[in-house]
C-alpha cells in the first residue's frame, strides 16, 4: 500500500506537467549582401538572427508584414520561410495533446 502512495505521489506531478510539441513559426526572409541568413525585424529594418527576425503564427500574418515592407526591403527579395521549435504546451480537457512531457 505505502509503494502504490509513493508511486502516485510521484506519477501525479507527470500527469500535470505540459507537453512538449514542434511549433511552426513565419518569418520574411530577405537576401542581403555578406550574410546568408538576414531577416526582416520590422517593416524599414533586418537582422542577422532568426532570434530577431519578426515571428507570425501564420503564413497569412507574415505575408500582410511582407505587403508593408518598405522599398528598401523589397529590394532584397523578401520571401516568407517556415521554421519550428520545440515548447512546452499545457493539455486541456477539450484539446489532449500527446507528446513528450516537459
Given at each position: 500500500m505505502?509503494?502504490?502512495l509513493i508511486l502516485l505521489a510521484?506519477?501525479?506531478?507527470?500527469?500535470?506537467a505540459g507537453v512538449l510539441i514542434n511549433s511552426p513559426y513565419w518569418v520574411i526572409a530577405l537576401d542581403c549582401p555578406?550574410?546568408?541568413?538576414?531577416?526582416?525585424?520590422?517593416?524599414?529594418g533586418y537582422t542577422?538572427?532568426?532570434?530577431?527576425?519578426?515571428?507570425?503564427?501564420?503564413p497569412a500574418q507574415a505575408?500582410?508584414?511582407?505587403?508593408s515592407?518598405?522599398?528598401?526591403?523589397?529590394g532584397k527579395s523578401p520571401r516568407i520561410e517556415q521554421h519550428g521549435e520545440q515548447r512546452c504546451v499545457e493539455p486541456s480537457s477539450d484539446r489532449p495533446i500527446n507528446g513528450r512531457p516537459c
Open positions: 505505502q509503494r502504490l510521484l506519477l501525479a506531478p507527470a500527469a500535470q555578406n550574410n546568408p541568413r538576414c531577416y526582416a525585424s520590422s517593416n524599414a542577422g538572427s532568426l532570434n530577431g527576425a519578426r515571428r507570425f503564427d501564420d505575408g500582410k508584414f511582407m505587403n515592407l518598405t522599398s528598401s526591403l523589397r
